[in-house]
RNA sequence: GGGCUCGUAGCUCAGUUGGUUAGAGCGUUGCAUUGACAUUGCAAAGGUCAGAAGUUCGACUCUUCUCGGGCCCACCA
């Protein structure tokens, strides 16, 4: 054995021998009594793995113990199309080579960026299988796999003909410098500081940040209860704008709340969530001013052609100049929604988009867990899981870019008539036989991925494993990801005839991680340049060392900092177990000994059997302490309590089996005689112990050491994990 | 405005259903050692567990409040 441990030599040759030997598929031979299953989360396709993303180590532990334990164990690899996030990432690069998406045919961009996706997936699942992760690589799937593309088109039109599909006009969150819209979740909130101009409307004066889009006004409200404008209330008054003379109505309205402002509140239904739905109850008209490109269009006369900022100072200079002004706050801070990924302010558009109604899928979903048929760990995400379903709105899943699923819906060009199909297509009306157009719209990504452990599962013949064990992933997709695959989970499942709940579910355990900041404890992201791959550390440390440091000292679903200090002291603590291991060699080669390999209960057996001239009491307690740990780790790996497993082996291996007991031991072994033969099969048999229940979480070395040192024929991955029984 | 989370040794963080002298890594200070250990071992210094009140025989752990970070949600024009 080289005197240090060296990783770089060894985790190649040795993933490499596993997946050879197909271990990461779970076969008869490798149990057929109980099944454990996981689903990656199928990370984005468009960019090298972050160190966030080696948090899936976790999955690796559970998925090595529970097949250690003898259970037929999948974990099933995936990559994510990520629709939009994809496709803004390659229109960065377009426009780096000065062109852009409109550059294109749709068919060509869409095959442009499914190569550039594709070379990016190697890249992704090498650096998977360098973190050591046991995954079942013959059976992985992509979102825009045909197979996958026909179960979600299968999805859609159950939705649609369940009526839980709709299209409508309504408010969407769009962005007109990606031109597409949203859903609420992929819009964020940022406070900016915008005047708040105090506009003169006839009589009245009211507050208003948005001066531009007065052309779009249908009315004015104020509170039913307040006194000052009570007299105004169904009235029309005459007002003097920009482009002339007006009238418009007042309404009342609770809404308005009398404290803001002057308590008079412009309606403009058709750029304003809250005006959309005042709009509704009142049956005001929607006048649209700004068109998708963020101009004004021709509603707004002279200001026509002029974008939305630009709009606001003209519409104000002329105001101004007409006196219609009445003073303006400078100072006023607000939030306002922005995208989420330019950072532009979204303009809420009237669209006609497809809705999924919620309420119905999300009251199953709210009960799975309230009924503790899922266990979401740890307990503290219940009540935010519960909290988003409470309050769900209907989810907008259209979107108006190339990447992605291809909305399976046909409109007549004639009638104006949707027809809904599996995928296939469609050419003629069936109402009046005009010519048939698909829609240009694709799925949000995350109504594909929600159907993933289904359409995973049935797509690889592996229906068997659903529901699965557990899903583990980022308490930040929770809402995005988690709850929407309950709620599709079960809804499928239900179309498909499985009336048990228990079968219905996606999976039965959710296991929420934290985030890996930087050193510094900054959110990494490439926009800051502090992104880390995973694989400089692997380089640096070995696998074992980085993933033991990611479940060491951290308390599951706390977000932690990348320490370079506790990477260093895992790597060293790799490098214990090794020197532990040539310790027994030496041993073993000078004093012609042979490695034990006896069970807890031999090791009782011997225990017992020998009086004290014949064993050493430190080897009775090291078998009393191999069985404590054993006992312990096996515990808390059933409670998801990584963190507490991985610091008790680490006291245990350093603690109690490298300062104490080699110590201990060498006293005995000195003396060659029967009771040193004893302490030999002690330590070595403890050892393979300490060894098998240190592999899920450091599997790289202690197979090395496993060959090395007890040379079997069968591998330590597959090895059975002690029992106490 | 609501919710979640954190505030523990100089630094980064654990603290496993409340239970004897509060732990680790790194750092600091001694001593020992090249003997399995590009070291390691032994030992030491260092904490009023943010603050206050309460529950309890007993609170870092439970309750309430205050202060101070972080995150998330919500329609303030």
């Known amino acids: 054995m080289d005197k240090v ?38 990370p984005n396709a468009n960019a090298p793995l972050h160190f966030g993303h080696a948090m899936y180590v976790i999955e690796d532990i559970l998925t090595r113990f529970n097949r250690m334990l003898g259970k037929k164990t999948l974990w099933l690899p995936g990559a994510d199309h990520a629709g939009f996030e994809t496709q803004f990432v390659y229109e960065k690069k377009l426009q780096e080579k000065g ?125 039913p209860d307040d006194k000052r404008y009570k007299k105004y209330i169904g009235k029309e008054i005459e007002i003097e704008t920009v482009l002339g003379k007006a009238k418009i109505k007042v309404i009342a309205d609770k809404m308005v709340d009398p404290e803001f402002g002057t308590g008079v509140v412009k309606i403009t239904p058709a750029h304003d969530f809250n005006d959309f739905e005042a709009g509704q109850r009142h049956n005001l008209p929607m006048v649209q001013v700004i068109n998708f490109d963020g101009k004004m269009n021709e509603k707004a006369g002279k200001f026509e052609g002029l974008y939305v900022r630009q709009a606001r100072k003209a519409v ?64 503290n995400f219940n009540k935010l899981y519960l909290q988003f379903l409470e309050g769900i709105r209907d989810w907008n899943i259209s979107r108006q ?91 499928i499942q239900e179309k498909e005839g499985v009336k048990d709940i228990k079968k219905q579910i996606p999976f039965k355990d959710v296991v929420l991680h934290g985030l890996v900041n930087d050193p510094l404890g900054k959110k990494m992201s490439k926009s800051k340049g502090n992104v880390i791959n995973p694989l400089e550390l692997v380089d640096q440390y070995g696998a074992d060392a980085v993933r033991f440091a990611l479940v060491y000292g951290t308390a599951l679903g706390n977000d932690q900092s990348l320490s370079y200090p506790k990477l260093e002291a895992m790597r060293k603590f790799t490098n214990k177990l090794w020197n532990m291991a040539r310790f027994i060699e030496f041993q073993k080669n000078e004093k012609e000994l042979k490695v034990a390999e006896l069970s807890i ?38 409670n998801y ?67 090395l040192l007890y040379g079997g024929e069968e591998d330590l991955i597959i090895s059975k994990w002690p029992s106490l029984e």
């Open 601 to 638: 209960q031999e090791l009782r057996v011997l225990s017992k059997k020998h009086g004290e001239k014949d064993m050493w009491q430190s080897d009775r307690s090291m078998i009393e302490k191999t069985e404590k740990i054993t006992a312990e780790i096996t515990r808390l790996l059933n």
């Open 316 to 379: 104000v200079d002329e105001m101004q100049k007409k006196g219609l002004i009445d003073h303006i706050d400078e100072n006023y801070v607000h939030r306002i929604g922005v995208c989420y990924k330019c950072k532009n302010p979204i303009e809420p558009l009237p669209m006609e988009q497809w809705f999924v109604k919620m309420e119905p899928l999300a009251r199953k979903a709210m009960e799975t867990v309230k009924n503790k048929d899922i266990r979401i760990y740890p307990e």
């Open 401 to 491: 870019i190339i990447w992605g699923i291809r909305i399976p819906a046909y409109k007549c060009e004639n009638c104006g008539e949707w027809e809904v199909t599996e995928g296939e297509p469609r050419e003629k009306c069936g109402k009046c036989s005009g010519k048939m157009v698909q829609d240009s719209d694709t799925f949000d990504t995350w109504f594909s991925s929600g159907q993933w452990p289904y359409a995973t599962l049935k797509t690889t013949g592996g229906l068997e494993y659903y529901p699965t064990s557990v899903m583990e992933t980022g308490y930040d997709i929770l809402r995005w990801w988690v709850a929407r695959m309950v709620m599709l989970g079960i809804y």
């Open 99 to 223: 062109k852009s998406r409109f550059d294109y045919e749709r068919e060509e961009l869409y095959e442009m960026i499914m190569d550039y996706v594709q070379n990016n997936r190697k890249g992704m699942e090498d650096q998977l299988r360098r973190l050591g992760f046991s995954l079942d690589w013959e059976k992985k799937k992509f979102t825009l796999d045909e197979d996958i593309i026909k179960i979600v088109y299968k999805t859609f039109k159950w939705l649609y003909d369940d009526g839980l599909v709709y299209r409508q006009k309504r408010l969407v969150n769009y962005c007109t410098f990606d031109g597409t819209g949203f859903s609420d979740l992929e819009v964020l909130y940022e406070e900016r500081k915008n005047p708040l101009y105090y506009i003169k409307y006839g009589p009245l004066v009211l507050a208003t940040t948005r001066p531009e889009t007065k052309f779009g006004d249908t009315a004015i409200a104020v509170n």
């Open 641 to 707: 309590d990584f963190n507490h497993s991985a610091q008790n082996l680490y006291d245990f291996a350093w603690h109690e089996f490298a300062d104490i007991y080699i110590e201990e031991s060498k006293k005995s072994l000195n003396n060659n005689d029967d009771a040193s033969r004893h302490t030999f099969d002690v330590l070595t048999s403890s050892f393979l112990i300490l060894l098998k229940l240190l592999h899920p979480f450091m599997p790289f070395v202690t197979e090395e050491i496993y060959d």
């Open 5 to 42: 441990y060296n990783n770089k030599s060894v985790e190649e040759r040795i993933y490499k021998n596993w997946e050879e030997k197909g271990y990461f598929n779970p076969r008869e031979r490798f149990g057929n009594r109980e099944k454990f299953s996981i689903i990656l989360p199928p």
